[in-house]
Each structure stands twice: as structure tokens, then as C-alpha cells.
């Protein structure tokens, strides 16, 4: 038996021996809330520093410097900021620019966004004074005022893949902060920076991550408009932890070759889809019969793995959605399985029967995230499903 307890102090400060060897291949996890700081001025300056990567973890960390070198490169963009999910790029990016009362101007936006981003434009922002008019998504950019300051757009938009364009937006609001959601395009197929875009948002949830075991976001544009969405994500607090932005950067690292087979099972599957005589329609904007397939051509490289169709009516969606056994029912995209849903009855608890309408969710619709398995695997799951309804 040991006379004396065991000592705390030798417990916190090991002496651990330095390893022969070289430095870690492959970025380790940096698994600590906060960094040792030198004894000297340059203390202050770090603590005084636009997101150091190794003071504390709410701050910034190494590993997500490094996603965010990454996810910057990627875009385009000068800057990045890595947050804890995409609706905290989508608050972050937004509250960092608007301001209410007289000189704070409008922020002009779609009726057609992701629900929650729907809830911040229609509540969270009117609620703090700030002036939000929601148009027409296909009209936006003929919707610009003089008191328009900043223009917020998502394209393709979530569900029902309408796109925005953005250069006609830049042209007709050329001194607004233009901020867009990239989630569905990711920067494989629009880099928005290239049409002049300020801001670009992203759930890196989804393509960007891609297996389906993260929640994170992005923030990427010019230094000094990320150093102000640092600055409102510093204070309020949304963190991307060192485990998250770790596994970010390693699904990053396959991300290119992801996106080339999701772009074209994709489109596989929407042209199956848009063949078959139980399907009304097909939402996927690499279909010629797509009504902004020209804009689409312009403005994307490739399509993507998401597409909306609709079937007969709400029961029949309903159906293929339970008769699916290889297309999962998930919410959430741009994993590597695919995954299927049914949005008016998912949605219905955020927005009213008119809000639907106006979003241009049709209760007859299914979206379908297509994923990495075998294309003719995927399609022959759904012509089993829509066998039920046919
Ligand atoms: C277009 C779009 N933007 C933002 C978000 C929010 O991302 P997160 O769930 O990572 O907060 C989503 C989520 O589905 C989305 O589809």
C-alpha cells in the first residue's frame, strides 16, 4: 500500500519523453478548449488577432484552420470561417451585415429558402427591427430597390431546385452585400465568388463533409467581410469542435470525386425518373425540360445529386416514400447513401399551409438526395417503389 496519495500535480504535468520521428502525416485532433501562450507581448497580440487558430477553442483551432484553407481554396474566396452547422453560417453571415432602423436598409430575399433559413428571414430578423421583403425567387433580381442593402439568395433552393441567377442579381444590385447559400451546388458545380457573390454560405453537413457523420458550416468571401462573421460567431458562440472540423478536412480530401459520381448517378436518375408514366414531373436542372436549364448551363458545371418529383398526389408520395428499401427516409443530402423524403409533411411544423405554397412545396413531392451506390441499384429501387402507384 502507498503511504502517500497519488499527486495531482505529477498527474497534470507528465514528463513525457519527445518521440524520435517525424512530424504526423496526417493533422492530428487538436482536443483542447485552450493553448499555452507565450510569456512575452506577443500574448496579447494573439488574444487581440481576427480568428487565431491556437488561443482558444471558441476562437478558431488548427484544425479547423485547416478546413477552412481548404474550403476557401475551394470557393475561391480570400477567407473562410468553419462553424458548428450550416444555419450558423447562414446567422452568422447574416447578422454579421444587417442592421435595422432607418439606415439599416431592406434585405431582399427568396420565399423559396431552407425552412429554418425561412424562419431567421421571416421572425428572427423582422423581431430585432431589421426590414426583410421575401419575393419570388425567379423575380428576385428585378426586385432590387435603391434601400436594398443586402440580397440573400440560395441556389438551386431547397426543396424545389429553382435556381437564382446570380450575375443578374450582382448587375442589378451592384452596391448590396450579396450573400448565397451554395449548399446544393457546392463549389464543384458555382464557385458564386466567380459571379461576384460577397458571401458564400454552406451546410458543410452535407456534399462538402459527405458521409453523413458531421454538422458543421461555412462561411467563405473577402477577409474583411469572414473577419466580421468571425467576429458575430466569436460572440455568439457557435463552435465547429477540433473532432468535426478533423473528420471535415479528411471527407474533404475525396470531395472532387464524390461530386463527379453524384453529378452523374444524378442525372441518371433524373432522366429514369422523368421517363416514367407514374411521375408528373421532375425538378432537376440538368433536364432540358428543366424551366431554367439555359440559366443552369450558364451557371453550373454540373448538376448534382439532388432532384424533387412529384407524383399523383400526397398519398402516392407517401407510398413510393414507404414501398423505397435502398433509398433511405432521412432528412439531410449529400451523403454517400441515397436518401428520400417527403417535405410537405417534414416542414409542415415550421410553415403554414400558404408559406408551403409560396416555397413552392407541392405535397405531392419526394426529394432525393442520389448518393454513391451503384446508379442502376438506386433506379431499380425506385421503379419497385413507384410500381406501388403506377
Ligand atoms: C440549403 C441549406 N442551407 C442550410 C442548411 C442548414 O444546414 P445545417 O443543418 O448544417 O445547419 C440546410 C440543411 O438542410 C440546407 O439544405
Keep these: 500500500m502507498h503511504d502517500a496519495p497519488p499527486s495531482m500535480t505529477r498527474l497534470l504535468h507528465p514528463d513525457v519523453a519527445p518521440q524520435p520521428g517525424g512530424a504526423p502525416l496526417v493533422t492530428p485532433i487538436h482536443q483542447t478548449s485552450t493553448y499555452e501562450l507565450p510569456r512575452t507581448a506577443e500574448a496579447a497580440r494573439i488574444a487581440a488577432a481576427v480568428a487565431p487558430g491556437a488561443y482558444y477553442t471558441r476562437y478558431g483551432s488548427p484544425n479547423a484552420r485547416e478546413a477552412e484553407a481548404m474550403l476557401a481554396d475551394l470557393?475561391?474566396?480570400?477567407?473562410?470561417?468553419?462553424?458548428?452547422?450550416?444555419?450558423?453560417?447562414?446567422?452568422?453571415?447574416?447578422?454579421s451585415v444587417v442592421s435595422s432602423g432607418a439606415t439599416g436598409g431592406e434585405v431582399l430575399a427568396q420565399t423559396s429558402h431552407y425552412t429554418a433559413t425561412l424562419t431567421l428571414l421571416r421572425t428572427m430578423l423582422p423581431g430585432f427591427g431589421v426590414d426583410v421583403r421575401l419575393v419570388p425567387q425567379e423575380a428576385l433580381a428585378a426586385e432590387v430597390r435603391p434601400s436594398t442593402r443586402v440580397v440573400?439568395?440560395?441556389?438551386?433552393?431547397?426543396?424545389?431546385?429553382t435556381l437564382t441567377d446570380l450575375a443578374a442579381?450582382?448587375?442589378?444590385?451592384?452596391?448590396?452585400?450579396?450573400?448565397?447559400?451554395?449548399t446544393f451546388a457546392t463549389p464543384y458545380n458555382t464557385r458564386p465568388v466567380d459571379f461576384g457573390v460577397d458571401l458564400v454560405v454552406q451546410s458543410a453537413t452535407k456534399y462538402l463533409n459527405g458521409h453523413s457523420d458531421v454538422t458543421a458550416g461555412v462561411v467563405t468571401g473577402s477577409a474583411a467581410l469572414v473577419?466580421?462573421?468571425w467576429e458575430t460567431a466569436r460572440v455568439l458562440g457557435p463552435v465547429c469542435h477540433p473532432f468535426e472540423?478533423?473528420?471535415?478536412?479528411?471527407?474533404?480530401?475525396?470531395?472532387?470525386?464524390?461530386?463527379?459520381?453524384?453529378?452523374?448517378?444524378?442525372?441518371?436518375?433524373?432522366?429514369?425518373?422523368?421517363?416514367?408514366?407514374?411521375?408528373?414531373?421532375?425538378?432537376?436542372?440538368?433536364?432540358p425540360e428543366h424551366p431554367q436549364h439555359d440559366l443552369a448551363v450558364r451557371q453550373m458545371r454540373g448538376f448534382g445529386g439532388m432532384l424533387a418529383f412529384t407524383v399523383a398526389d400526397a398519398d402516392a408520395a407517401v407510398r413510393v416514400l414507404r414501398a423505397t428499401r435502398l433509398c433511405r427516409n432521412a432528412v439531410s443530402l449529400g451523403g454517400p447513401e441515397t436518401l428520400i423524403t417527403h417535405p410537405a409533411s417534414l416542414v409542415f411544423a415550421h410553415q403554414s399551409p400558404q408559406e408551403l405554397a409560396a416555397s413552392g412545396v407541392d405535397p405531392a413531392m419526394l426529394r432525393l438526395s442520389v448518393g454513391l451506390e451503384e446508379p442502376e441499384d438506386i433506379i431499380a429501387d425506385l421503379a419497385e417503389a413507384l410500381s406501388t402507384v403506377d
Excluded at 451592384?174 to 450573400?179: G, H, L, N, Q
Excluded at 479528411?250 to 436518375?269: D, E
Design 75 to 95: 470557393d475561391g474566396a480570400e477567407a473562410a470561417l468553419l462553424v458548428g452547422s450550416g444555419m450558423a453560417a447562414v446567422s452568422a453571415a447574416l447578422l
Design 152 to 161: 440573400y439568395v440560395e441556389t438551386p433552393s431547397n426543396p424545389t431546385m
Design 169 to 182: 442579381v450582382r448587375a442589378a444590385a451592384p452596391d448590396a452585400v450579396i450573400i448565397a447559400d451554395n
Design 227 to 229: 473577419a466580421r462573421a
Design 245 to 287: 472540423a478533423w473528420l471535415l478536412a479528411r471527407g474533404l480530401k475525396t470531395f472532387p470525386l464524390r461530386m463527379a459520381r453524384h453529378n452523374a448517378s444524378g442525372l441518371a436518375v433524373a432522366r429514369f425518373l422523368a421517363g416514367h408514366p407514374a411521375v408528373r414531373a421532375v425538378h432537376h436542372p440538368g433536364l
